[in-house]
């Protein structure tokens, strides 16, 4: 599928963190194919030529009243949710304070557990739904210096393979989605020393677009992902082959 071919029908898709980086990305190119697309977002404005609503995902009533809106503004349940949204606050083990950990935590995974809890009141309705979790290749290989970080990310796995089980008779499909080293802000601020050693180890020899991602999420999303669950999908150059 070209990034340009048009979803068949148009889905209703939520991206949590879609105001920038790779929510951003997965936002347009579902727009960009047809879909009606909210994107959620946490401070400033909305990205231009999207619809967007205020959503802090780490606040349960801020993630309900989110989707209230979306689903005014979409105009029905959601259909495709993109559980997006996440920070890091690295650090070695030894130096890592409760709240470091407490917090990658909660936003990373308890954010899109929250996200996918309200997402499926619709889904189990209309017997049929799409959950995507970004995670990352640190939730498979670990990587140190993040043991906040990959720990939320491995966490999705079983979040999403729990509700593939739970809900896959209902029509629902939950996967996850590891990306690598990806272009955004977050590493473009890497010095070129720090980059280039990177990249040796990335069987690929370089970073991924954005775009990359997207084209993968809008896979998952579409008709002939139909019977794909539980899935892992990596993005990442080959760069955590075999976990
Ligand atoms: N970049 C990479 O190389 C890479 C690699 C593997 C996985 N990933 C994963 O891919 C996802 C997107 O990464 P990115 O590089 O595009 O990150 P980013 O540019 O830092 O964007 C993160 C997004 O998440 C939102 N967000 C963070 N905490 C939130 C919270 N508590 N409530 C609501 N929204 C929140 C941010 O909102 P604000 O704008 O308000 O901060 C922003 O929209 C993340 O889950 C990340 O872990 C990224």
Not at 143 to 159: D, E, I, R, T
């Amino acid at each position: 599928m070209s990034d340009t071919a048009s979803s068949p029908t148009p889905q209703r898709v939520l991206v949590t963190g879609g105001n920038r980086g790779i929510g951003l990305a997965i936002a347009r190119a579902f727009a960009d194919a047809g879909d009606d697309v909210v994107v959620t977002y946490r401070s400033g404005e909305p990205p231009e030529g999207l619809q967007g609503v205020r959503c802090e995902v780490t606040d349960t009533a801020s993630v309900d009243a989110a989707f209230d809106e979306a689903e005014q503004l979409l105009g029905g349940p959601v259909e495709v949710l993109v559980a997006n949204a996440g920070i890091t606050r690295d650090g070695l083990l030894m130096r890592m304070s409760d709240d470091d950990f407490d917090a990658v935590l909660q936003a990373n995974l308890a954010g899109a557990f929250r996200c996918a809890r309200r997402a499926t009141k619709g889904m189990i309705r209309a017997r049929k739904g799409r959950l995507i979790f970004i995670s990352s290749v640190s939730g498979l290989t670990g990587a140190p210096g993040q043991a906040n970080y990959s720990a939320s990310k491995a966490g999705l796995v079983g979040l999403a393979r729990s509700v593939a089980r739970e809900l896959g008779g209902r029509g629902i499909t939950a996967n996850v989605v590891a990306p690598g080293f990806i272009e955004t802000d977050m590493t473009a601020a890497l010095s070129q020393d720090v980059r280039d050693g990177y990249v040796a180890t990335i069987p690929m020899r370089r970073f991924a677009q954005v775009e990359e991602v997207a084209g993968v999420v809008r896979f998952l999303a579409s008709p002939a992902a139909g019977y794909v669950t539980g899935a892992v999908v990596p993005v990442d150059g080959g760069l955590g082959m075999g976990h």
